[in-house]
């Protein structure tokens, strides 16, 4: 399975803004997500899905060590990439 397929087929989860990792060994990988969560959630439901998706995500990856999860909507995802654009 594929990480995308586990994300994406998740109720209560509308997109995934972005994925970043970092290789800190061959066996260490560090997992960042944005996700936009739908809006009928509550903040213990959102939770419960961060912990779950962490839970899925280590065992099916063993090579992820640790994950980062933030709940952002997709404009404050956008909006915060513009702002962090480097202009020259």
């Given at each position: 399975?594929?990480l995308?397929?586990?994300?994406?087929?998740?109720?209560?989860?509308l997109?995934?803004?972005e994925?970043?990792?970092?290789h800190m060994?061959?066996?260490?990988?560090?997992?960042?997500?944005?996700?936009?969560?739908?809006?009928?959630?509550?903040?213990?439901?959102?939770?419960?899905?961060?912990?779950?998706?962490?839970?899925?995500?280590?065992?099916?990856?063993?090579?992820?060590?640790?994950v980062?999860?933030?709940?952002?909507?997709?404009?404050?995802?956008?909006?915060?990439?513009?702002?962090?654009?480097?202009i020259?």
């Amino acid at each position: 399975m594929k990480l995308g397929a586990l994300l994406g087929n998740r109720q209560g989860v509308l997109s995934v803004n972005e994925l970043l990792t970092m290789h800190m060994g061959p066996q260490d990988v560090l997992l960042n997500l944005s996700i936009d969560f739908t809006d009928d959630l509550t903040s213990d439901e959102v939770e419960a899905i961060i912990s779950e998706l962490e839970g899925e995500i280590k065992e099916k990856f063993p090579e992820v060590k640790r994950v980062f999860i933030e709940a952002q909507s997709r404009a404050g995802h956008n909006s915060d990439k513009k702002s962090s654009e480097i202009i020259i």
